[in-house]
């Protein structure tokens, strides 16, 4: 072919195409094309990250046939950097390789370069990198008395020249350290510039020569747990996970108790926010060290948390969001440095908060709502997190509502009498025979069912201690659908004691879910007032996801998401036995998991996707359930179960439900308050 | 006049004018026509800088009648103002009084609120107001459970609302403040905002209530002394200014020996770092008290500096400074935050560094030439500022070449026998006798010349202790003017002793300027050593300057501008006789005074003017003297008096110069090395 010829290219997966004259650089056309591909070295062949394919054969539908030699042979540069740092056989550098004729290019989502990659197990979703800081390989001039430009001058000169890089400024802690990094690196350094498309673009790091390490993290504040993702902010890869309970449970199980500590104590603040600070410091380290990654090498970090872990965090007063009008600080995104923070990641790293949708509804449900995308669809989908305070959002394309309700702690286990954190020994799966109103168990920590061989073999070693939240709401479900609860929630005592599993307590029953006994742990029983507990917090939830269905006027939701640590762990079927959440399709009910940790992620590799929350999260129609009059009015009616007020018919199409039973409700508000107290305070 | 009705209004000294309908506020008219009238409280009669008076009568030029009544009469909002601040009669509050007829305003440059002003002796220039700092009066709505915004959100949404500044961002160390500020002001507060027109608009700090205090300082560090004004960023007025010795003095005497500190001790960088900032501190805290001002109504400081106290300042390594290729860190401008370099003002406070433009003419000379502007003129004006190094600017609109030039400390007192700093005792003026030969003295401290009454009554407690810099350029141009030392600079003892006042001195003669004795000090002696330290140090700057002159293609100068200490003593007449500057019209010669503080102070009050200089520097063409072959033939060329190769017929026509009788020149390199040394570095 001759110079002046052009030739097809097509780029997959996205399938772009163009036309390209002969002894173009793919790397070139894909660009041109606004295809991504990563290039740290500018295209000097140092960097590995242009990695491409080429798909050879006929394309008919596309009407392309790429053949072999369409695409230039590998020549030195290839072979150099395949020598030092291995390179697939079918892998080129786009860089180097040119359009000799026509092609279909395959752009590979996970390029690995020089380093053994620990996958992790969950969120494997490929999320489209635009990371808010990019890494650039330069040449810079060395200085000359006849152009007297200083060296961050002529830095930026080459960053403008090679990378048509303008308008860069310099953190200016970096300032006194760049003379000596282009020194030590013969005037050949790499370059981490932050420009998340608001503030001016900021050379925040800097290294001797190559450097191709770019890394960021994710993180998920909880109240109960805070979870860190490595990720890589080239590849988009999750490097490492790593998880632990939040240090601030000696301050207080539950926020409110946290706020209160605040209010007593004059170092209060201080204390909880050092804590945090330095559990997640942990965490970080711990994943650097798990992913083989240094820790200057992490240059963005992004959090979600609850409004009053995102203060605490923060360093802002929580005690506003304690009562009425429950004032957040800010709730707009926020980008910050690492270090006003005391993240110990590279000093010069850049942090991005996202935004609180309201004083109940904080970075985590925006965070959740990013990736779960309600936004983006015809669905109406109901996302729902449970915590001591459950966030909820409701919507889709058109329309999207949220808002909070005072679950209380119940379904994380507390204030039930045998309640427990989700750990070994805690029953988390329960199955009720309606005969013999036996149930059989299963405990975390063991595979196996409590009539099985494998569960009298384990049981010494790892006893059987509590239950868990998911375990009591699955336990009431099956006691519901074996008729030893009525409808209306009451243990029923009238149908004899079963050979002990129902005995009297007080003027109330208790059932007996697990005798214990020798080599069988303690017995587990559930009691009236854990019945009554659980019916309060799953009365609360429902009744805040109906007003928002009132709000959007719907009587049923397409689509549920369980989001959260509870949420993953429940079975779907007890939640809406129970009536936790609507009736729905049950195969339309799914847990998504830390959703908040993957809108985190999300942001982290992505800066349109923090332009998306931030624009959903103004949309969002926030919804106090403390000012609506209906709220109480569908909390009292969804005290029973199944519902009193709402039929469950997708439900029953799957499940035989008892016949309601219907007695007057004798628990009030004064438990409520006890539980949830925020909306007195 | 009905209310369709238009009416012209024209404002002084701006003279804009335009047409508005009758009832228009005048501020709103000042507004729309683009001239500044400043408001923090946006309106609300409470901050009363609006303040404009009426020009009354009939203007025939501008055909403007404006009548007294053409106003709106005083209302209560300015009758409440005046009781509480009081305002001129003659005063109206611009945001109240309404056009009602066509009006002429003055518009006042120095409002003054609140508090009894200190004059600053000098600099008296009028600069216009544009600070990147503004205060700006808001009513913040209260927390809605309806609508959750945060605390910052609805200040962000007021500020967008009642100020129409959109896009603001807050510093991360205001956002935990936040919320208390708003509450302690009951939701009204003053915010500063920084908007430089470069980074997002930030509100970088925030007071409950209201406050109308809003300074900046500029500062000039210089080898030797560090100078600080304290400025109004809303009237522009200068408070205060204080100056004090650089306590870097003790590192080293001149810049280089500081260099050398730094790279013989392993902490000298911060040490000196630390003494220079501290000084300022102390420089910043003396002048607010002065001023009655707080520090943190301190919101903006400029610095100016040569590029090795820039360094230091900066906390840059100045080493590189000191060798060739007398690299730069950085040579742009600066903006940075005032705690990232410890100045303790307000703790958002904003700090803009001018940029460098070359390795040896720094900020300062940026600073200088702002204030100066050549390149605003036709006329190819010279400006000098000279220390250690002479920083040498020189051009008009078409075209400005800069250069440096090392003088050695010569010029400062240094390395002359009698030499002394600028202090009481120090001779500072001098007469020869051409008949005598006896010279009549004039010192610091006394007003008198020597053969007056009053000197002889306080010598005794002054002294005569030494000759300063401008006073031994003086003495030895008055002794080449009366023949005691020839054209090539040699002391002349074949005219006889002349009363013991040329008294031989080894192979060399010495003359003795003041002779001392009983109650007239002690003896000060010229020697033949010092005239050649003056002859070396004044062909280094005549050289450079020289140089930049063949580099435009000019054989003379329009004007000739001194600027810095040395230039402000020294007598542009005997600068000329020695042949430090060239030939010019003496008329044209003056003393600028401190112009890089002034230029400070311009970048201080106004962003435009940052943007003027950074352009500027761009556009500067620096001339590195040591790569210029033809310094050295200049530099040999100029050690005699008056100059060998260049006539000085403008000078000639008013200064009665000997005949030039050339000797060849016998000191060379060796000495300037000794002295300049950075060049050989």
Redesign the interface.
């Known amino acids: 072919m001759s110079a002046q010829q052009e030739a097809l290219v097509l780029f997959m997966p996205s399938g772009r195409r163009g036309r390209f004259p002969v002894g173009t650089p793919v790397l070139d056309a894909a660009r041109s094309l606004g295809v991504y591909i990563e290039s740290v070295c500018g295209g000097r062949g140092i960097c590995g990250r242009c990695q491409i394919e080429q798909a050879t054969g006929q394309f008919a539908k596309h009407g392309i046939t790429s053949a072999p030699d369409n695409i230039s042979p590998a020549n030195e540069v290839e072979a150099r950097y395949a020598g030092l740092r291995s390179l697939a056989p079918e892998r080129r550098l786009s860089c180097q390789a040119r359009v000799e004729g026509d092609l279909v290019i395959d752009v590979p989502q996970d390029v690995q370069v020089n380093r053994q990659i620990v996958r992790k197990r969950a969120e494997t979703r490929h999320i489209d990198r635009k990371p808010a800081t990019r890494l650039y390989y330069v040449e810079v001039e060395?200085?000359?008395?006849?152009?007297?430009?200083?060296?961050?001058?002529r830095l930026?000169a080459a960053l403008k020249r090679e990378w048509k890089i303008d308008g860069l400024?310099?953190d200016?802690?970096m300032?006194?350290h760049?003379?000596?990094i282009l020194r030590d690196g013969e005037w050949k350094v790499t370059v981490a510039v932050h420009d998340d498309g608001?503030?001016?673009a900021q050379v925040i790091a800097a290294w001797p020569g190559f450097n191709g390490d770019a890394y960021g993290v994710a993180v998920d504040i909880g109240s109960t747990t805070i979870a860190v993702h490595l990720s890589s902010l080239l590849s988009g890869r999750t490097v490492a996970s790593s998880g632990t309970s939040n240090p601030q449970i000696r301050f207080g199980e539950d926020l409110m108790s946290r706020v209160s500590y605040v209010m007593m104590n004059p170092d209060g603040r201080e204390a909880l926010t050092r804590t945090v600070r330095e559990a997640i410091n942990t965490l970080i380290e711990r994943v650097c060290s798990e992913g083989g990654i240094r820790r200057e090498h992490v240059l963005e970090a992004v959090f979600v948390a609850n409004p009053v872990m995102h203060h605490l965090f923060?360093?802002?007063?929580p005690v506003?969001l304690g009562s009425?009008?429950?004032?957040?600080?800010?709730?707009?995104s926020?980008?910050?440095?690492a270090s006003?923070?005391g993240i110990e990641i590279n000093p010069g790293a850049r942090v991005y908060i996202l935004p609180?949708?309201?004083?109940h509804v904080g970075a985590d449900a925006a965070g959740a709502t990013l990736a779960e995308g309600p936004q983006n669809s015809d669905e109406v989908t109901l996302l729902v997190d449970v915590g001591t305070n459950a966030e909820i959002v409701l919507g889709n394309r058109e329309r999207i509502v949220a808002a909070s309700s005072p679950t209380g702690p119940a379904f994380e286990g507390a204030e039930i009498s045998c309640g427990q954190r989700a750990a070994p020994g805690a029953i988390e799966r329960v199955r009720v025979d309606p005969e013999t109103l036996r149930a059989k168990i299963r405990v975390i920590g063991i595979d196996a069912w409590s009539d099985e061989p494998e569960f009298a073999e384990k049981i010494d070693q790892v006893g059987v201690t509590g239950i868990c939240g998911s375990g009591i709401v699955e336990a009431i479900a099956e006691m519901f659908l074996a008729g030893v609860i009525t409808a209306d929630g009451v243990i029923d005592g009238s149908r004899g004691d079963f050979n002990g599993r129902i005995v009297p307590d007080r003027r109330t029953f208790t059932y007996v879910l697990w005798p214990g006994g020798e080599g069988q742990g303690s017995p587990i029983t559930v009691t009236q007032n854990d019945v009554r507990a659980i019916q309060l917090a799953k009365a609360a939830l429902y009744a805040g996801v109906r007003l928002l269905m009132d709000k959007l006027g719907i009587s049923a939701v397409d689509r549920i998401k369980l989001a959260g640590a509870f949420g993953s762990y429940i079975d779907p079927k007890y939640a809406m036995v129970l009536g936790l959440v609507p009736d729905c399709d049950l195969k339309k009910v799914a847990a998504v998991g830390n959703a908040a940790g993957t809108g985190a992620r999300m942001a982290l590799l992505n800066t349109d996707h923090r332009r998306e929350i931030e624009a959903l999260v103004r949309r969002i129609e926030?919804i106090?359930t403390?000012?609506e009059p209906r709220f109480q009015e569908h909390f009292v009616n969804a005290m029973a179960l199944p519902n009193k007020s709402d039929p469950f018919p997708r439900l029953a199409a799957e499940v035989k439900l008892p016949e309601p039973r219907l007695a007057s409700v004798t628990d009030g508000d004064g438990r409520r308050t006890r539980r949830g107290g925020r909306r007195r305070g």
Chains 1, 2 share one sequence.
Do not use: N, Y
């Open positions: 060395e200085p000359d008395m006849e152009k007297p430009l200083g060296d961050l001058d930026f400024t310099a200016f802690r300032l006194s760049i003379p000596d608001r503030s001016p923060l360093g802002l007063d506003p009425a009008p429950f004032a957040l600080a800010v709730s707009s926020l980008d910050i440095e006003q923070i609180c949708i309201a004083g926030k106090e403390a000012l």
